[in-house]
């Protein structure tokens, strides 16, 4: 099946800049998601990018999408500790709605 | 996006008995999804719930153990049956609006633990 691989763990300073990454192995991605899940709670669509784009803004969180590599990237400006979470990145194929998953990366940011 | 609520929210069994895990949106969806997301881990697709017609299962997964229904577009149940301590996770539904359209949003999840 697809893979979806993150790496486990990501700790920065209140005010500085996250940086989380995501590789997938599905060539026929059609879009590409991140989602956040705080402690104890479901999951929060954060953002998700066409396959066809290489950038996307919104607010504080860039995602940057290099499709011959497969790598996803979550850029979280002025990263604040209610950023703390753990970050999922999901891939869509072109076979219908389902999405497939990374592992997570949980995020830790110090005051 | 769509409103999601789940009941119960979470739930504490005993080992061979079942639960009954209930999703009802704001609204009518096209697609309704159950994931399982065991502890520590990430989500994997139980099934699709379709409606008027038997859920679309994924591989490991089958009827007898996740009965599922979808009565109409605003509500599913699944079911874990006859269940065991391996059971123990965090069942989330999820839905897209229109067949095709990119968001997919989740519901709170119903944290199960199996004794």
């Known amino acids: 099946g697809e893979d979806v691989e993150q790496s486990l763990f990501l700790s920065v300073r209140e005010g500085d800049s996250s940086v989380i990454n995501c590789t997938y192995t599905?060539?026929?991605?059609?879009?590409l998601y991140w989602y956040k899940q705080e402690p104890g709670a479901g999951l929060q669509l954060l953002t998700y990018?066409?396959?066809?784009?290489d950038m996307k803004q919104d607010q504080r969180l860039t995602v940057l999408l290099n499709k011959k590599d497969k790598h996803l990237s979550l850029r979280i400006a002025d990263t604040q500790t209610g950023d703390s979470a753990i970050y999922f990145c999901?891939?869509?194929?072109?076979?219908?709605?389902?999405?497939?998953f990374g592992g997570g990366t949980r995020l830790m940011v110090k005051p | 996006s769509a409103v999601i609520s789940q009941k119960p929210s979470r739930d504490i069994c005993q080992r061979g008995t079942s639960l009954t895990i209930q999703c009802q949106v704001d609204?009518?969806?096209?697609?309704m999804f159950w994931y399982r997301q065991q502890p520590g881990q990430s989500l994997t697709l139980i099934a699709t719930?379709?409606?008027?017609?038997?859920?679309?299962?994924e591989s490991g997964f089958v009827i007898d153990k996740f009965p599922i229904s979808r009565p109409n577009l605003t509500f599913s149940t699944l079911t874990v049956s006859n269940m065991s301590p391996e059971d123990s996770s965090i069942y989330l539904c999820?839905?897209?609006?229109?067949?095709?359209?990119?968001?997919?949003?989740f519901g709170p999840g119903t944290r199960l633990t199996v004794l």
């Open positions: 999820s839905v897209t609006r229109l067949a095709g359209v990119n968001e997919q949003f």
């Open positions: 599905d060539s026929s991605s059609t879009y």
């Open positions: 990018i066409f396959s066809n784009m």
């Open positions: 999901a891939e869509r194929g072109n076979a219908g709605n389902m999405l497939t």
């Open positions: 609204s009518q969806v096209t697609m």
């Open positions: 719930a379709n409606q008027g017609s038997e859920a679309t299962y």
